[in-house]
């Protein structure tokens, strides 16, 4: 049981370049979401879902895409990288309200 | 709008000290408090929530309705309790469940 796994750990991109952080979990939690973390500003809401098929909007949406195909996995797209969205991205999932997370993803955009 | 308000970036206490990290929060409904904790270079993860009423390495937390607040506390903190702690809010509305944090508290407990 791996519970949530996010890959890359590390990425750098160049400022326009677009990319996908991976999420996979294998604990059947119906809820995952998107976080992204910066200093002083905690974890911010980017994306979430409910469900296979399913997605909403957070607190900080845009330049970022996301889809739910399946109940394993939650990609987060960036489309067009800035150096605004230069932070750690955590992923979750959730079983009830309780909240499980990745190892996070460190991206840095130049 | 759920908002959750931790006024203290940083904390830093001596080994054995009580510590008390605050947590203050505006919410309509009935809310589902929730403290997680990330030590360095780990995930976060949960450290305790209000309606177990649980006590976890060591960590309280009262909600208390009429100040809005759920502050975190330990009567003798220990060096590996440095961390970053957040405090976390849930709707809980239906199984949509949405989780507000805060903005953390980074505790420093030294030797």
């Known amino acids: 049981n791996a519970g949530v796994t996010q890959t890359p750990k590390f990425q750098v991109l160049k400022t326009g370049q677009s990319m996908t952080l991976q999420c996979a979990q294998d604990?059947?939690?119906?809820?995952m979401s998107w976080y992204r973390q910066d200093p002083g500003m905690g974890l911010r809401l980017i994306h979430y879902?409910?469900?296979?098929?399913?997605?909403d909007q957070g607190e900080v949406p845009n330049g970022y895409n996301v889809s739910r195909s399946t109940t394993e996995d939650f990609p987060l797209r960036l489309l067009s990288a800035a150096p605004s969205q230069t932070s750690v991205y955590f992923c979750a999932s959730r079983r009830g309200t309780e909240a499980f997370f990745g190892q996070g993803t460190r991206l840095t955009v130049v | 709008a759920q908002r959750v308000t931790q006024p203290e970036k940083l904390l830093s206490v001596f080994k054995g000290a009580p510590v008390e990290l605050k947590c203050n929060y505006s919410?309509?409904?009935?809310?589902?408090l929730f403290w997680y904790v990330q030590y360095s270079r780990q995930r976060l993860q949960l450290l305790l929530r209000?309606?177990s009423r649980e006590s976890i390495k060591g960590f309280t937390a009262d909600l208390n309705k009429g100040e809005t607040s759920f502050h975190l506390k330990k009567p003798f903190a220990q060096e590996e309790d440095s961390a970053m702690y957040y405090c976390a809010l849930s709707d809980g509305g239906g199984s949509n469940y949405k989780l507000t944090f805060g903005k953390g508290t980074l505790l420093t407990v030294n030797p």
């Open positions: 604990m059947n939690h119906e809820y």
């Open positions: 209000h309606i």
């Open positions: 879902s409910v469900g296979a098929g399913i997605t």
């Open positions: 919410y309509s409904g009935s809310p589902e």
